[in-house]
């Protein structure tokens, strides 16, 4: 492939933004431009991460936090409630069923107590709605395993400030066609006649998949073996006054899917993710509506299917986002996978001296294509053994669902428990759940498995020890509201720059 000195960016979205950003951030030569059409607008939705992202933007790219924490307008977030399965539990970024005390035997998932909501600081902090613990002068004691929840439009206001910040041109203008040589693309032609060029095209035109699905014509790779729902309506409304803002997502079991809640400032962004083969959208939104009486908006209907191209890196085009592939946000994953599409292409042109050679291309393409195969096989979890309703759908999931890449590790857990020496050979180092995610879900939700544990006295009394212990230092946490008076009081001094390094 020739050198690349000029990238054009298709879509100017969060997917395209942080492309551009990204790109521009680690080459600075690069010429770097956005299309976005201002006929499709922003869609205005709450959005969780996971705490890679302020690992991209924070470490990574090293930029300051101060703009993100005034433009963006973030709200902390520790894991994801699940209501889901016998009784409800928490999942958390803070790896705490692989942990082992030292006067435990085994890892803390053979000590997990039903009566118990946590096992951690970070999951009894959602125990008790705080967002972090309090150190002795008052203060939060901020620590690594958080994410955030944004609104969408607020999120692409910030991201636009840093692509002007960092010379990124954006263009307004929507694509009419692209022009295809060779299995390459030529040029983009708007529709104002305009024919624009670049040695690379970056994809991100969210589900139309314009230049990597639908002009290139890269296979599709479905999903729906998996994962069954296809649809969401999404909707919200303002937060009353004096309402608590819970530090965590909810992910509520419903009768053909299940509902996210999403905690903002002054608005709480609902949506149903549901399967139109058990469900009717007019059934789907009069379950919605009633099981949210306090709906502000006109419910919408978002269609999608989930799965992934076959490649996402072909010829001279890249899918970022959306136009790369979907999954429903169980897990929150959308702008944590963008955050890797991004970063592997930017450390691919560095390492290529910007002139990228095919095993480079191949082992993105691989990298990628996996990471997308881990979601959905993580995903696939979470329905096979949600036992919380006996509904035509739910049983369809216990039934039907493919387990897929997860199957190995779900047999591992059903005859040894939630041990994790499998860690290391059934889980790549690059999936981002690790063999704690795993065990969160199997744990969590019950999971039978043929090696019980019965602790010791002493252990018994160890664990109950540091649990009210944790419990007691979580009731004297620091709230979401006090963190954003403290942040806008005293700025970013103090609040976490940074955090673990991202592994590759």
């Not at 977030?77 to 409800?88: E, N, S, T, V, Y």
């Not at 058990?278 to 006109?298: C, K, S, T, V």
């Not at 702008?335 to 560095?350: F, H, K, N, P, R």
């Amino acid at each position: 492939m020739k050198r690349i000195d000029r990238v054009l960016v298709l879509g100017g979205g969060s997917a395209g933004l942080m492309a551009a950003v990204t790109l521009k951030r680690k080459l600075p030569a690069l010429d770097v431009e956005v299309v976005r059409s201002p006929e499709l607008g922003v869609i205005g939705v709450g959005e969780g991460t996971t705490a890679s992202f302020p690992r991209h933007f924070f470490e990574y790219l090293k930029l300051p936090p101060g703009v993100f924490y005034e433009k963006a307008e973030p709200t902390w977030k520790l894991g994801i409630r699940f209501q889901w399965g016998a009784k409800d539990f928490d999942y958390t970024f803070a790896k705490e069923y692989e942990q082992r005390w030292p006067e435990m035997r085994r890892n803390l998932g053979f000590y997990h107590d039903r009566d118990t909501p946590w096992m951690g600081i970070a999951s009894a902090c959602m125990a008790h709605g705080k967002a972090f613990p309090r150190k002795p002068d008052g203060t939060p004691h901020f620590h690594n395993n958080h994410a955030f929840h944004i609104e969408n439009v607020k999120l692409v206001g910030w991201l636009e400030q840093l692509c002007r910040d960092e010379k990124v041109t954006i263009t307004d203008g929507t694509m009419e066609h692209a022009e295809v040589v060779d299995g390459s693309v030529a040029a983009l032609v708007l529709k104002n006649g305009r024919r624009m060029t670049a040695d690379l095209y970056v994809d991100a035109s969210g589900f139309r998949s314009e230049l990597l699905g639908r002009a290139l014509g890269v296979p599709f790779v479905d999903y729906g073996r998996s994962l069954f729902c296809d649809r969401a309506v999404i909707a919200g409304w303002p937060r009353a006054e004096g309402e608590p803002i819970m530090p965590y997502t909810v992910a509520e079991t419903m009768n053909a899917g299940w509902c996210w809640q999403i905690e903002h400032e002054h608005w709480i962004n609902r949506g149903y993710v549901y399967s139109s083969r058990f469900l009717r959208d007019e059934e789907a939104l009069a379950e919605f509506r009633g099981q949210n009486p306090r709906i502000a908006n006109e419910p919408r209907l978002v269609k999608f299917r989930s799965g992934r191209c076959e490649k996402l890196w072909q010829g001279n085009v890249v899918g970022i986002g959306n136009a790369a592939g979907f999954v429903e946000p169980l897990e929150a994953t959308a702008l944590q996978v963008i955050c890797v599409e991004t970063s592997t292409l930017a450390d691919a042109l560095v390492d290529s001296l910007q002139e990228p050679t095919p095993t480079i291309i191949d082992l993105y393409n691989q990298f990628n294509t996996t990471g997308w195969d881990d979601i959905r096989d993580f995903l696939a979890v979470h329905y096979a053994f949600n036992q919380r309703l006996d509904t035509p759908f739910w049983r369809a999931c216990r039934e039907e669902t493919d387990l897929a890449g997860a199957a190995r590790v779900v047999q591992y857990f059903k005859e040894n428990g939630p041990s994790v020496l499998p860690g290391p050979i059934l889980i790549h180092p690059s999936n981002s759940f690790g063999i704690d995610g795993y065990l969160t879900l199997l744990v969590g939700q019950q999971v039978p498995h043929g090696k019980p544990y019965s602790p010791t006295a002493a252990e018994k009394a160890v664990w109950k020890q540091r649990i009210e212990g944790y419990g007691q230092h979580a009731r004297r946490g620091v709230t979401v509201e006090e963190c954003l008076a403290l942040l806008r009081t005293h700025g970013v001094k103090g609040l976490p720059p940074a955090v673990r390094p991202a592994r590759p």
